[in-house]
């Protein structure tokens, strides 16, 4: 699988719609599409073609259609997408992402806790 994984919106769309739930079939899949974005059956089908392409999606012969599934998990995308966001946007510091919320006024008291609570967890780790 390629390191640098970047989906574009459009890719972003089947692939969770493959996340919520695997396998589909082209045609569960252009409904889906269709319903959610407004794709004729032509884009989605180009669209699971090149992604198959870039060893996002696979496919394997069903009994009447071809199933397809994804080939990365969501989890390692949006590790590889926040990261070049944060490197992009922050030059890698998580500490100006955080301040930058902080400075506008965009952090609400839950927020707060939240992240004193995953600060607190990522101590006990480091012991």
């Avoid at 989605?44 to 996002?56: A, P, S, V």
């Avoid at 069903?62 to 599934?69: I, N, P, T, V, W």
């Avoid at 998990?73 to 955080?98: A, D, I, Q």
Wanted: hydrophobic share 30%.
């Amino acid at each position: 699988m390629n390191e640098s994984i970047s989906l574009n919106n459009s890719e972003w769309c089947i692939m969770e719609a493959l996340w919520q739930s695997q396998p589909k079939t082209l045609m569960q899949l252009v409904h889906e599409m269709k319903e959610k974005q407004g794709w004729s059956k032509s884009t989605t089908n180009t669209l699971l073609r090149r992604m198959q392409e870039k060893g996002f999606v696979r496919h394997e012969d069903g009994e009447k259609a071809r199933q397809y599934f994804t080939d990365v998990l969501r989890e390692t995308v949006v590790l590889k997408e926040t990261e070049s966001f944060l490197k992009r946007t922050y030059g890698g510091s998580l500490g100006m992402l955080v301040n930058t919320f902080v400075e506008n006024h965009s952090l609400t008291e839950r927020d707060i806790e939240e992240l004193k609570q995953i600060l607190h967890k990522a101590e006990r780790k480091d012991r």
